[in-house]
């Protein structure tokens, strides 16, 4: 896009600037239309798992649903609790809906259709995710409340707990890969199963780290049944007690920008990313950014299912499932994988 502004007249550093500018809006405005809609699909799911309708009154078929919400909160009074620290309190779900756009920097739509193409992809998405959780911690402790309060000390744990296990398994794949860049991943899944499928996931060494990291994915989004900085039964909502208004929404769309960012890291690290699920000739007519957001879709009907059926896991079986199972399977599996590549790819 740069040549094509310096073509237009601008100098170098100019064209540059807007073309960035350009590739952020191209990203984040159909992201936040993108949250607008799943969350409309996430309650047409669960309503069709209770034999329910869901939302069909506001607009054909009720697609309008989640802008009338939007309009809703928009509309109210955002109320600052009088003993809370206000600066901290304003500033929290600008963090966490900020954070969970940045990560999207890194993520390829397509064969070099990237914003930003860096060596280490995978540390920045890395080092990103694992910023959201500052949200949670200061919304809870600037709400100067009890129960946003104990929200946010289990928001930390459950991060640290299952931070530590996908860190692993991003290391088998990279140590499969030979690269941090994301875009070189979904290059070395090409052809990978036999010649013929596209993605590890037909990898024996890597399908169980998948599926440790669709799980720990659903605890690090904090999405049922790792609800539990939500737990309403227990913390009333949690760190959002105190919020209202567009603050509020903040938090709900950063949650479902994070839930989208996981599923596109599924399809990105394990399924092929862009490329189409067999490596057939007339597969590849169909445009790399379709398949990809057919597979994040996929993911995202994946986490509707389970947060529709599965119930709330108890605070000691959550830290109990990332420290005592995931962490010693996905430490198991570096050792695995790297031996595996030793003995293999590196022997000679």
């Not at 500018?21 to 047409?44: E, F, H, N, Q, S």
């Not at 959201?132 to 200061?138: E, F, S, T």
């Not at 590890?200 to 060494?205: M, S, T, V, W």
Request: glycine share 8%.
């Amino acid at each position: 896009m740069t040549p094509v502004f310096e073509h237009w007249g601008m100098t170098p550093d100019w064209a540059w600037f807007v073309a960035t500018i350009c590739g952020i809006l191209l990203i984040a405005l159909p992201l936040m239309l993108a949250v607008a809609m799943i969350i409309y699909v996430d309650r047409k799911i669960w309503a069709a798992m209770a034999l329910r309708r869901g939302p069909n009154v506001v607009g054909p078929w009720g697609l309008l649903q989640s802008f009338a919400d939007g309009l809703k909160v928009f509309l109210q009074e955002t109320i600052i609790p009088s003993a809370s620290n206000k600066g901290l309190f304003l500033i929290a779900p600008i963090i966490t809906f900020t954070v969970a756009l940045m990560a999207w920097a890194v993520i390829p739509f397509n064969s070099g259709a990237v914003l930003a193409d860096i060596n280490v992809g995978l540390l920045y998405v890395l080092a990103i995710s694992s910023l959201g959780v500052y949200g949670v911690v200061i919304a809870g402790w600037a709400s100067n409340s009890k129960y946003p309060f104990f929200s946010a000390m289990r928001a930390a744990a459950q991060m640290i707990s299952y931070e530590v296990s996908i860190g692993f398994i991003l290391i088998c794949v990279v140590l499969w890969a030979g690269t941090f860049n994301l875009n070189g991943m979904v290059e070395a899944q090409r052809g990978h199963g036999l010649g013929i499928v596209n993605g590890f996931f037909f990898n024996l060494l890597l399908f169980p780290m998948w599926v440790v990291f669709l799980i720990s994915s659903m605890a690090e989004t904090a999405r049922t049944p790792f609800d539990l900085t939500e737990a309403e039964s227990e913390l009333v909502a949690g760190y959002q007690t105190e919020y209202s208004s567009m603050s509020f929404a903040l938090y709900w769309l950063g949650e479902y920008a994070n839930v989208l960012l996981m599923c596109a890291l599924n399809a990105t690290l394990f399924f092929g990313g862009w490329l189409p699920p067999i490596e057939w000739a007339p597969l590849y007519w169909i445009p790399g950014w379709i398949w990809l957001f057919v597979k994040i879709f996929f993911f995202f009907f994946v986490f509707s299912w389970v947060k529709a059926t599965v119930p709330r896991y108890r605070y000691d079986q959550l830290m109990r499932l990332g420290w005592k199972i995931f962490l010693p399977l996905s430490l198991s599996f570096v050792v695995l994988v790297s031996g595996y590549l030793m003995l293999t790819r590196y022997a000679a």
